[in-house]
């Protein structure tokens, strides 16, 4: 097993920086994933793992050796492909055992893995058939197999659910997720969807334009995101941004907005102090809004009216309108209320969140 | 009532082509059919039916026989020349360098030049007296002192030239098929198969020629069927020459049908291949349609 270091990574196409000075490592047996938008170069750092991009400059490690110049048969790893890339003209049988046929396995040693494989994937049966016989589902399973086959160091996943429909997704997700468990490899996902990389990662390293973001535990980068940019990224419905004006008034600290007065909790305070007459960026999570009774938590409630109610049956979304600030807010199914109505909402003042507006970094709790 | 109207509109819409194939292939066609087995000749209006004589005939003639063996060594020949260079050149053209649509652009020229016009070119090339090539073997030093080649002189030696022009001929329009098949791999599959641990030769065997089959099948079927009833190149070089030693079918149809006016004996040369032909078109359509959209 290995672990993968990547060492100030780049890449530049003729007209594009694609991954800029990515530095990760990713540890013996976990299971990280990228995840970012389109275009943010999650692909690009995959490939250059596996070989098939060469990197412009920055270095690779897979356990321990440098395989920059290794070519891809010889660093030791599997990948799963979006389009499943599977060799048309071969059974799945001869698909899952074309690698270690290559690798002049002998054919016993082959067939009982692959056998092994197609009964873990639950495809003992399609081992005859070709893949244009098979289904998008059956075709992504063979495509697993044939990467699992091998028994590589490491596995690497492009957005491999991404041609499946929503509830396949959600299936195959989870044995993914149990296959990690118990093959024990490392894993390298991308993937641009937030919640495959939330429920499948053990840390995700959120991209954007090129560049890591955040890495961390997905709890960690949901509930203190780095940036203005992960804070909206991580979470869905995404985060409301506020733009405010940090202004003091008998010894607290307001968050102000036109029709807004939001009280800063005193532990920010010590930091917040610093921009006081300045903007800040107020971030608060749909989810971490709530329709408050009466006006019990003044400083952490604001009234706002309602344009949209979108009933989810487990919970309500709202969205709303605060002075001139449009928000959402994902309130409890018992939430009984109307477009235009007014309700108010109220925030736990622990979890909201503030970024500088210039840089759009996040304002730490304290130093 | 609108289907009938369409159907109506339909069938309208392809008289025309029906029409033209029909007057323009089928006639002569059957035509040649009755003409192989008449004693018809250019100039004469006895005609008499004489069954299957004129192929007898035919066949009893040493230059037919060897006019029969040069078709099939032409066409394998050239077809396996065509195949070979075309996927050397389509894998190489796929590759992006810099001024590779120039170089797209020339390798198109064999074909889109008049084969008559680009035959003088070769004329040149195998003149008995200014042979470009044997110019250079002289000055390379391979040719000892009175040694020399009459390509068209030669019966061999115009068999090959033969072959070689009609390669040059045919290689823009296979490696254009053949660049248009591999272009339809994906490129992940090829990755794919580097990342499975498959070397070149291993990709090649395994991976890129199993998934070019139908359209090397294409290609193969129309060099084929297009080989066997060219006569341009043969004629325009020898002539069929020397001693009626390099002709073709097809050219020597033309010679003693045409020019030597034995149209009946011409006819029966020409379609001496058809029943090999439709065979071949048959099998191969239907194996590449099984092939096809693996
Ligand atoms: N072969 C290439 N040549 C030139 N530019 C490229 C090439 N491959 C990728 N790029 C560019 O590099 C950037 C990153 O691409 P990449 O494929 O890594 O994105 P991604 O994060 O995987 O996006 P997606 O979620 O859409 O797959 C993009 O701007 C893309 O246009
Ligand atoms: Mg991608």
Redesign the interface.
């Known amino acids: 097993m290995a672990r993968v270091v990547l060492k100030n990574l780049n890449k530049k196409f003729a007209e594009t920086h694609a991954v800029k000075d990515v530095s990760l490592t990713i540890e013996d047996r976990e299971f990280v994933v990228l995840v970012g938008p389109s275009g943010c170069g999650k692909t690009t750092t995959l490939r250059m793992i596996a070989g098939l991009e060469e990197a412009t400059s920055g270095e690779i490690h897979i356990g321990d050796r440098r395989v920059n110049d290794l070519p891809p048969r010889d660093r030791d790893i599997a990948m799963v492909f979006q389009s499943y890339a599977l060799y048309p003209h071969m059974t799945v049988y001869d698909n899952m055992a074309f690698g270690l046929k290559m690798r002049k396995f002998p054919r016993r040693e082959i067939e009982g893995r692959v056998r092994d494989a197609a009964e873990i994937l639950g495809i003992q049966d399609l081992l005859g058939r070709k893949p244009r016989q098979l289904s998008g589902g059956q075709r992504q399973r063979v495509a697993v197999g044939r990467a699992i086959v091998r028994h590589p160091r490491v596995f690497l996943f492009d957005e491999p659910l991404s041609n499946l429909d929503a509830k396949l997704r959600v299936q195959m997700r989870v044995e993914l997720k149990r296959l990690h468990d118990r093959l024990q490899a490392t894993a390298v996902y991308v993937t641009h969807d937030q919640v495959e990389a939330m429920t499948l990662g053990d840390r995700v390293v959120v991209m954007h334009d090129g560049r890591v973001q955040q890495v961390g535990e997905p709890l960690e980068v949901y509930g203190a995101p780095r940036n203005r940019f992960v804070a909206g990224f991580i979470g869905s419905p995404s985060m409301n941004f506020l733009e405010t004006t940090v202004a003091e008034s008998a010894g607290a600290l307001y968050a102000e907005a036109p029709g807004i007065r939001l009280r800063v909790p005193a532990e920010r305070s010590k930091r917040l102090s610093a921009y006081t007459g300045r903007p800040v960026t107020l971030g608060i999570r749909p989810e971490d809004l709530c329709s408050a009774a009466g006006d019990d938590s003044p400083g952490f409630s604001f009234e706002a009216v309602v344009e949209v109610v979108e009933p989810l049956g487990s919970e309500i979304l709202l969205d709303v309108r605060a002075g001139n600030a449009s928000l959402v807010a994902r309130v409890s199914p018992a939430t009984r209320v109307k477009p235009h109505e007014k309700i108010r909402l109220a925030f736990a003042p622990e979890r909201i969140h503030f970024f500088d507006p210039e840089t759009e970094e996040a304002i730490p709790l304290s130093i | 009532m609108n289907m009938k109207r369409d159907r109506f509109l339909g069938a309208v819409l392809l008289l025309p082509a029906l029409a033209f194939i029909a007057l323009l292939v089928g006639a002569p066609f059957l035509m040649a059919l009755v003409l192989a087995v008449t004693t018809s000749s250019a100039g004469s209006l006895d005609v008499t039916f004489v069954g299957l004589q004129n192929f007898r005939d035919v066949f009893g003639s040493p230059v037919f026989r060897t006019a029969l063996r040069n078709t099939l060594v032409f066409t394998l020949a050239s077809q396996a020349a065509v195949i070979l260079l075309g996927n050397v050149l389509a894998v190489a053209l796929k590759k992006a360098f810099r001024g590779r649509s120039f170089v797209r652009f020339l390798i198109l020229m064999p074909w889109a030049a008049p084969i008559a016009l680009s035959t003088l070119g070769w004329l040149w090339i195998f003149d008995s007296t200014f042979s470009a090539i044997n110019w250079i073997l002289k000055v390379s030093g391979y040719f000892g002192p009175g040694e020399w080649y009459y390509w068209l002189g030669d019966t061999a030696l115009g068999m090959i030239a033969v072959v070689t022009v009609h390669v040059w001929r045919m290689l823009p329009f296979t490696t254009v098929i053949i660049l248009a098949g591999l272009t339809s791999i994906?490129e992940?599959?090829h990755?794919?198969?580097?990342?499975?641990?498959?070397?070149f030769f291993?990709k090649l065997f395994?991976?890129t020629i199993?998934?070019m089959?139908p359209i090397l099948f294409v290609a193969v079927l129309f060099g084929t069927v297009f080989t066997f009833t060219d006569m341009s190149v043969v004629y325009l070089l020898t002539r069929g020459g020397p001693y009626n030693s390099t002709h073709v079918l097809a050219s020597l149809a033309f010679q003693e049908g045409v020019l030597g006016g034995d149209v009946g004996r011409g006819a029966a040369i020409a379609l001496f291949l058809l029943p090999l032909l439709v065979v071949m078109a048959v099998l191969m359509l239907r194996r590449s349609r099984r092939a096809e959209?693996?």
């Open positions: 994906p992940e599959v990755e794919a198969a580097d990342i499975d641990g498959a070397g291993s395994h991976v199993p998934m089959l959209v693996l």
